[in-house]
């Protein structure tokens, strides 16, 4: 009865520890919850306005509430969105209407649009290192590469 007693408790303790992972931070512990808001990410600080066009015109979409974006070097550009709860079963409508308006208005940059929240908690957590550290261009745009790959992987 005893072996079975710690079987269990060293089993629930391996589950609660393993589900929390070291690299969160309070903002994006929260972030599915609330909005996160984070600021838009252009690895060329020459393109730090274009980024912020962008994210306005993501969030002008009817359902996105939320928005993260990360310009990179050249044409390469992520996107990342959360929609309001009961927007979801419109998810992959709302995310071809963004990835049409985004194309249309800015005809030179090759878009990667996201509804995952994984991704977005991705750039979110981009965001704020950058915010804490001063990262190095090569450093966000690797990162960037990174996130883009994990976004285009099917699970």
């Known amino acids: 009865m005893e072996k079975r007693l710690m079987l269990f408790i060293f089993s629930l303790s391996v589950l609660l520890f393993g589900c929390s992972t070291v ?14 808001n984070p600021n838009p990410i252009a690895v060329n600080n020459k393109d730090e306005k274009l980024a912020g066009d962008i994210k306005k015109t993501a969030l002008s979409i ?6 993260a974006v ?19 079963f419109r998810m992959k409508k709302i995310e071809k209407q963004l990835t049409k308006e985004l194309q249309k208005q800015f005809k030179d940059l090759s878009f990667t649009v996201s509804s995952d929240f994984k991704i977005f908690l991705e750039a979110v957590r981009l965001n704020e290192k950058v915010e804490k550290e001063n990262l190095s261009k090569e450093k966000k745009e690797k990162r960037l590469q990174e996130i883009i790959k994990l ?3 099917k699970t």
């Open 151 to 153: 976004s285009r992987e």
């Open 23 to 36: 690299n969160d931070t309070p903002e994006t512990r929260s972030s599915l919850v609330r909005t996160s």
């Open 70 to 88: 990360i310009k990179g070097e050249a044409k390469d550009c992520l996107v990342a969105f959360k929609v309001h709860h009961l927007e979801r």
């Open 62 to 67: 009817d359902g996105i509430y939320d928005v």
